[in-house]
């Protein structure tokens, strides 16, 4: 009998495009004769659509979708609710959930905590590990902790920049020297992401990221090469992929969600050279930084290498990467023999392992 596995996609957040390109990735690549897929989507303004197959999310078309999917939160029936248009309903029972959702409400906790609640398993890291690797301000907090090595930062609060603006940039610049990066503390794929050299740009800077959050971190600028690893597995059983290096477009300022998505020349190589053990250590420190967020299922852990030290800085974590086919996280595990369908298996296979 085949698995039955719903696969949500689309959301709120600003990365709803790039959800909708990884699901389709993830659905093609998921064996057919394994799994027998229910396809939902969340479309920007929070309606919950049931979409008939691939090629609607393809071509944008399952936005107009009109019936309605929602889970049950009763975790005696483990199902989904599919409402139709003459106002009857149909009752599908789910095996496990496959969230391809990036960014707010789909990466951050909240909709893990429905899936707790339905008591249905699902695909990656749960409620805690989700909040806090969404919140980079608190990801920080934990890895400080950890004894790795990260950017200096100051915390700023929405606020805080209407109640005393001229004092906040005053506090920024004594702690920081420009060029600094100002980035909302709970959103994804670089989006309201800003760098600043000197007061004007950083006023600009805050003023976008505060569109994207509340809660705004402000880090000093780390010249150095961008290296990211994978994390497969458990808190207690991390698995760190090999690294892989991206390299932005020479036009890009920084690795922005353009320079990420938009932009030819922006690309990443798998197993780049690196000075001796740096590789290793990166690999170590990611594993070290999933099991203390509480990672379970994936993560994708971001690093520089710092220019003239080779010192390794602790970035970001992402707990559900980019499906996408210019996504690092698959092409990592790929390198090391494990093609997209066999990594789908393992994610799947570790969704009822959690707890």
């Keep these: 009998m085949s698995t039955k596995v719903a696969i949500i996609f689309g959301g709120q957040s600003s990365e709803h495009e790039v959800s909708c390109i990884s699901a389709a990735t993830v659905i093609k690549n998921m064996d057919t004769k394994k799994y ?18 691939v090629n609607r999310i393809e071509d944008g078309s399952w936005v107009k979708g009109h019936r309605t999917a929602v889970f049950s939160p009763d975790a005696t029936k483990k199902e989904i609710l599919v409402l139709h248009r003459d106002g009857t309903y149909e009752s599908i029972g789910i095996d496990v959930v ?3 959702l990036h960014g707010l409400y789909g990466e951050d906790g909240t909709i893990q905590g429905l899936f707790e609640m339905s008591g249905i398993p699902y695909v990656g890291c749960g409620v805690l590990a ?11 907090i934990i890895v400080d902790h950890l004894g790795i ?64 959050d509340s809660k705004i971190l402000v880090e000093e600028t780390i010249s150095g090469r961008e290296i990211e690893c994978g994390v497969l597995g458990t808190t207690n059983h991390a698995e760190p992929s090999v690294v892989g290096e991206v390299l932005a477009a020479s036009s890009a300022a920084f690795y922005d969600f353009d320079a990420k998505y938009n932009n030819a020349e922006s690309k990443t190589v798998v197993n780049p050279e690196l000075p001796d053990n740096k590789a290793e250590e990166i690999r170590t420190d990611a594993a070290k930084i999933f099991s203390g967020v509480d990672g379970f299922g994936l993560a994708r852990v971001d690093f520089f290498l710092e220019n003239d030290t080779n010192r390794v800085v602790f970035n970001e974590i ?38």
Excluded: C
Excluded at 36 to 53: A, H, M
Excluded at 188 to 203: Q, T, W, Y
């Design 130 to 140: 989700s909040a806090v690797s969404m919140d980079k301000l608190f990801t920080k």
């Design 318 to 355: 992402n707990t559900l990467p980019g499906f996408t086919s210019i996504s690092m996280y698959p092409m990592l595990w790929a390198s090391m023999g494990k093609e997209i369908s066999a990594l789908i298996d393992e994610l799947i296979s570790l969704a009822y392992k959690r707890g």
């Design 36 to 53: 027998d897929q229910v396809l939902i989507g969340i479309t920007k303004e929070g309606k919950w659509v049931f979409v008939e197959n």
């Design 98 to 100: 496959f969230p391809v």
């Design 149 to 212: 090595a990260q950017a200096k930062y100051e915390e700023v609060r929405a606020y805080q920049l209407k109640e005393d603006l001229e004092g906040t940039l005053d506090r920024i610049e004594k702690a920081l020297p420009y060029p600094v990066f100002v980035k909302p503390s709970q959103a994804g794929s670089s989006k309201g992401v800003s760098k600043a050299n000197n007061r004007d740009e950083l006023k600009d800077a805050l003023k976008l990221a505060n569109e994207h």
